[in-house]
């Protein structure tokens, strides 16, 4: 029993085994991008169309295939792609070399299945050279009836119309366009550079021009931005010059305190020195008055010198004085002026902020110098005064005794009025004597009593002048010829 049960056990597993190797050797499965074309003896199908074209389309699915009496071929159903080049001419005798794919497949359906697999079976790797001849030449055909500009604009219309005229073609093949796409389309002339130049000038143009208006407008911001900076510096320039101006308004004030206040205590001391010049012209005159008037008769000649003595003595002091007033003034005008002349020069300098300091300055400067001017003018008319009571006094002294008086000024005036008599020959070039020192003192003589020099000479001593020929003046440009 064991060694029955082992035959037939192993019976068995032989018989399984070859059934297995029978299965597998008439069975055909078709992958999902395949499709089985079996011919041969009862090969046929429910499908109409594959009953009458004599063989077994199998998609998707297994069949038995029996060796010696069927045969078995897959026919690939995934995409292709072939790659077209194609020289053509447009409507406008250009030649254009078109560059494009193609993408298709077999059809899913039996009748495309069928009419590629009679077509294709046994060549599907000569497919894409088909495919190529196909599109090459319904592309020329097209593209012959397109200008470039279609060719370049309207692609899609070129595209469309290739995929319409070639739809029957591929029917008949049973391939199918998954796509058609047009990449290149390149001429030798240069046609389509130069169909592109106009735009790209202007785009350029265009291009420029808005680079040019983005320029001006960063220009006028620029601008803009700084007009603002320069407004802000001016105003912080102005509020500057205006913090400035209170500050050299408040120094001027200063410094002028110390001058206003000199020009004050001068003016306390001209007023002073005033009333000391009115005492001592009213002292001179009671002396005048005492010391001439009275004793007039008999001490004339006395009184006279020493009236002279005095006047001259004060002219001379009231003269220096002058001077020195007139001195003083003029430096003081001077260092005025100066100092006027460096403020003006300091407020030209800051601008119309430091107007007002100029303003106070110039103020101030003309009040101590209106101080000044007063208390010199003051001072002045005190001695003129003081002066003029003096001249009075010696008029009237000339007055009570003029005899006494005119001897006096002749006697001291003698040698100036020889040396005008003797200018009246200053001016001869040739002058002939005949009788000596005779002569000269006739001619002499004659030059002092022609046109009334000494009665001139006594009317001006009479009236308190100086003699015109003492001043230096010549009383005559003559020229003398004398012979005696």
Wanted: net charge negative; charged share 25%.
């Amino acid at each position: 029993m064991p060694t029955e049960f082992l035959v037939l056990g192993g019976a068995i597993v032989v018989a399984l085994i070859v059934i297995a190797l029978l299965f597998k050797a008439i069975w055909r499965v078709a992958e999902p991008n395949e499709a089985l074309i079996i011919s041969g003896l009862g090969a046929h199908t429910k499908n109409e169309l594959a009953d009458s074209l004599g063989f077994k389309i199998i998609t998707g699915k297994g069949t038995a295939v029996i060796p010696g009496f069927q045969s078995a071929r897959r026919l690939r159903l995934d995409s292709r792609a072939t790659n077209l080049q194609v020289s053509c001419v447009t409507q406008q005798g250009i030649p254009v070399q078109v560059r494009g794919v193609v993408i298709y497949k077999v059809g899913d359906d039996f009748t495309s299945i069928a009419n590629a697999a009679r077509r294709f079976l046994d060549q599907q790797d000569s497919m894409n050279g088909a495919i190529h001849e196909l599109f090459t030449g319904h592309l020329r055909s097209i593209t012959g009836n397109l200008t470039v500009e279609d060719l370049i604009l309207n692609r899609e219309r070129l595209t469309s119309e290739t995929r319409s005229s070639a739809a029957d073609e591929m029917s008949k093949l049973g391939l199918v366009v998954d796509s058609l796409q047009i990449q290149e389309i390149d001429d030798e002339t240069g046609y389509i550079v130069n169909l592109g130049k106009p735009h790209a000038a202007r785009i350029a143009a265009a291009a420029r021009i808005a680079e040019a208006q983005r320029d001006q407008e960063a220009t006028e911001a620029e601008q803009v931005a700084a007009a603002r900076k320069a407004a802000a510096i001016r105003e912080s320039q102005i509020q500057q010059a205006g913090y400035q101006a209170e500050v050299d308004q408040a120094a001027a004030k200063a410094r002028q305190a110390g001058p206003l206040s000199e020009a004050t205590a001068r003016q306390e001391v001209v007023v002073q020195e005033t009333r000391a010049a009115e005492l001592e012209a009213q002292l001179s005159e009671q002396r005048l008055q005492s010391q001439v008037r009275k004793p007039a008769d008999a001490k004339a000649y006395e009184t006279v010198t020493l009236s002279q003595a005095e006047r001259d003595a004060r002219i001379a002091q009231a003269e220096a004085e002058a001077r020195e007033t007139e001195l003083r003034a003029a430096a003081q005008a001077s260092q005025v002026k100066q100092s006027a002349a460096a403020d003006a020069e300091a407020v030209r300098l800051r601008g119309e902020a430091a107007a007002a300091a100029t303003k106070a300055t110039g103020v101030a400067e003309a009040d101590a110098a209106r101080a000044r001017g007063l208390a010199e003018a003051e001072a002045a008319k005190a001695k003129g005064l003081a002066e003029a009571e003096a001249i009075r006094a010696r008029s009237e002294a000339l007055a009570e005794n003029q005899e006494a008086v005119i001897a006096q000024q002749l006697a001291e005036n003698w040698p100036q009025i020889v040396e005008a008599g003797a200018k009246a020959f200053g001016n001869v070039d040739h002058m002939v004597v005949l009788n000596g020192a005779q002569g000269i003192e006739e001619m002499l003589a004659k030059a002092l009593t022609l046109g009334g020099t000494g009665l001139g000479l006594a009317r001006t001593l009479l009236s308190g002048g100086t003699p015109a020929g003492l001043n230096g003046a010549d009383p005559t440009k003559n020229t003398v010829d004398t012979a005696s």
